[in-house]
């Protein structure tokens, strides 16, 4: 019996769904509008929205379909659609470099010429098909009435301060569950590249008492309002946009080494509207989009063009070595090896057992 593509495509969503996905629509600012832009992305609805808003503002006929999902699922859903001969989004935005790299590599994504690629960042452009939009570095998350003193500063005083914390710091520090985060996955993959003691540090974490989620924001709400004292790892942009709200919420980037990821924005072969991906594209590497991106959404800039203090151009000029980007090349695609991932978790899995 033959299948149809469409029935394939609907059965691999339905196993791939999330709970998290969230679909918001923007209507376009002209009523007489009849261009649509769908998106998918893990950057969340109340951040994306100031990059639509000053999208739609340069282009008033477009309707704006935003569906905020976990980038695994992203994933899936571009290869499950364009698998089935089915369109898919017009513009992919997620900060799971291994799996964007993989759709570009195997042919999901489409070479597009943007002014701004001419003098992007060789790190952060792959055959201009994948290209790196932000420059985002893990840090050490840390619940400021907690530390009066600061918070440890590298991963050596971290695991000084995990052998001496006092019986009501248990329980109270948290990381992301690498099964369900690919950005979690990677910087703990990093980590164990540059750290031969990663496994003792998570089994000392693991005797205080850790807790593993899903999301930064998981790990960011606990630790601002004190059910948590410490996240590790956590996503550096999400924590500095949160702290200006949140008087308790403090943030370190660990000065042994910092490892640094970006969100990447491809877009898809089978996108309906690649000229609107394209031009969304376009709009988020220019200089309009990465200054609001640095100074509005406190995602760090990649652009050369903007040098302000929220920028790759600044931060390697302070932090220098410190800061350990990963490139966007095929070089990630090893993360996401099936036998380096099974010995990852494993290794994973024996660091959390309690002894």
């Given at each position: 019996m033959r299948i149809a593509p469409a029935l394939i495509a609907a059965l691999?969503?339905?196993?791939?769904?999330?709970?998290?996905?969230?679909?918001?629509?923007?209507?376009?600012?002209?009523?007489?509008?009849?261009?649509?832009?769908?998106?998918?992305?893990?950057?969340?609805?109340?951040?994306?929205?100031?990059?639509?808003s000053a999208f739609q503002a340069l282009h008033p006929d477009v309707t704006l379909?935003?569906?905020?999902?976990?980038?695994?699922?992203?994933a899936s859903r571009v290869m499950?659609?364009?698998?089935?001969?089915?369109?898919?989004?017009?513009?992919?935005?997620?900060?799971?470099?291994?799996?964007?790299?993989?759709?570009?590599?195997?042919?999901?994504?489409?070479?597009?010429?943007?002014?701004?690629?001419?003098?992007?960042?060789?790190?952060?452009?792959?055959?201009?098909?994948?290209?790196?939009?932000?420059?985002?570095?893990?840090?050490?998350?840390?619940?400021?009435?907690?530390?009066?003193?600061?918070?440890?500063?590298?991963?050596?005083?971290?695991?000084?301060?995990?052998?001496?914390?006092?019986?009501e710091m248990r329980g109270k520090i948290g990381t992301y569950d690498i099964q369900r985060s690919a950005v979690g996955y990677l910087f703990l993959a990093r980590d164990a590249e540059h750290f031969p003691d990663i496994w003792a540090l998570l089994q000392q974490m693991a005797q205080a008492g850790l807790q593993t989620f899903p999301t930064s924001q998981d790990v960011i709400d606990r630790v601002a309002d004190?059910?948590?004292?410490?996240?590790?790892?956590?996503?550096?942009?999400?924590?500095?946009?949160?702290?200006?709200?949140?008087?308790?919420?403090?943030?370190?980037?660990?000065?042994?080494?910092?490892?640094?990821?970006?969100?990447?924005?491809?877009?898809?072969?089978?996108?309906?509207?690649?000229?609107?991906?394209?031009?969304?594209?376009?709009?988020?590497?220019?200089r309009e989009g990465q200054t609001l991106l640095s100074e509005r959404l406190r995602l760090p800039a990649v652009s050369l063009e903007v040098s302000g203090a929220n920028s790759a151009r600044a931060m390697q000029a302070v932090l220098g070595d410190q800061l350990r980007p990963v490139a966007v090349s095929p070089g990630v695609l090893v993360y996401l090896d099936q036998a380096k991932r099974r010995r990852l978790y494993r290794l994973w899995a024996k660091a959390l057992t309690p002894r």
């Open positions: 691999i969503l339905a196993l791939t769904g999330s709970a998290r996905a969230e679909l918001v629509t923007y209507p376009a600012p002209d009523p007489a509008a009849l261009r649509a832009l769908t998106i998918y992305s893990t950057l969340d609805n109340h951040l994306a929205a100031p990059l639509i379909h935003y569906e905020d999902l976990l980038a695994g699922d992203i499950a659609e364009t698998d089935a001969g089915q369109p898919t989004a017009d513009f992919v935005f997620s900060s799971a470099m291994d799996m964007q790299i993989k759709l570009a590599n195997d042919g999901y994504a489409q070479p597009v010429s943007v002014p701004a690629a001419r003098t992007w960042p060789v790190w952060a452009n792959w055959q201009d098909t994948a290209f790196a939009l932000t420059y985002e570095p893990a840090v050490l998350v840390y619940h400021r009435p907690s530390f009066p003193e600061g918070p440890p500063g590298s991963r050596l005083e971290l695991m000084e301060w995990l052998r001496r914390a006092p019986p004190g059910r948590l004292v410490l996240g590790y790892n956590i996503l550096g942009s999400y924590a500095a946009d949160q702290a200006r709200a949140a008087p308790d919420l403090g943030f370190v980037l660990l000065r042994d080494f910092t490892v640094v990821v970006s969100r990447v924005a491809l877009v898809p072969r089978a996108a309906r509207s690649s000229e609107l991906g394209r031009a969304f594209l376009a709009f988020l590497m220019s």
